[in-house]
DNA sequence: TTATTTGCAAACCGTTTGCAGAGAA
DNA sequence: TTCTCTGCAAACGGTTTGCAAATAA
């Protein structure tokens, strides 16, 4: 890996991110980047979230309408369950994992929830068979 | 809404969908479409699976790497508990829904649980403020 | 016969890449 | 000074659209 330099591109997305403590898309990020450096280009913001996430420092997901969304890195580990609106499209995180009694309380927080999605990933019986393909 | 033809491109389109019962993307769609009609445009897939939505015969889902899938619909409600594998990268639909028993039986069954996402959406509260829009 | 559907090619749009000049170290 | 990063413009790839020929009804 090659040495990183420090732009103020680089370090205005990463603290948007940090400030917004959220999953974001491009389009939001770049909405906030460019009030500050307004001749900043897209690739820019794509080539810095890139560098990010080999840096680790991001997570990135796939969400909602086929949406990229990215999200500072929680402290321990991947943070993965989100609560989206439907309305403005923000995603935010959820508290924690266990759903019936977070749905509960979402709900009682005013959220109000009009379906939830459980995805699991991992290797299937026919792939497992065969390889060992640890990654 | 418009009157339907029944063209085989579209009938065999959703046998396929029909034999293979569980979330398909388009190019796994087309690479079977094409067997039996040769000559297909993937435009052709794409504006029939677009019609099948149109008549609710099919659900529309966006799962793991930014793909989307196209599924029979499901008989009661929609469906939306997945499982996929890291490796071929196909998906197959979850028998139910409460996570940790769930997931304990798959791996009594064999495929090899590497992470899940839970995602829920509806209207957040900042939204549900601003207007009484149901849908 | 006639209106919808098809195959083809071009357009579209979010993302990526090549490149010369700007800027960090 | 040197080498990475930026802005710009063009390329790329999955999806959509326009159009004339094919086909379902």
């Not at 491009?26 to 913001?45: G, H, R």
């Not at 991947?78 to 994992?97: A, T």
């Not at 005013?110 to 640890?134: D, P, R, V």
């Amino acid at each position: 890996m090659e040495s990183q330099r420090n732009t103020k591109q680089k370090q205005l997305i990463l603290s948007i991110l940090k400030e917004s403590n959220r999953p974001m898309s491009i389009n939001e990020i770049y909405a906030l980047v460019v009030l500050q450096v307004p001749k900043i280009a897209k690739s820019t913001i794509y080539r810095n979230i890139d560098s990010l996430l080999n840096q680790n420092l991001i997570d990135k997901y796939h969400l909602n309408d086929n949406e990229v969304f990215y999200r500072i890195k929680a402290d321990s580990h991947e943070h993965k369950h989100f609560i989206i609106c439907d309305d403005c499209k923000k995603v935010f995180d959820l508290p924690s994992c266990p759903i019936h009694a977070l749905e509960n309380a979402m709900e009682e927080e005013g959220f109000i929830i009009k379906e939830h999605l459980i995805q699991i990933s991992g290797i299937c019986k026919t792939c497992a068979k065969g390889h060992t393909k640890g990654q």
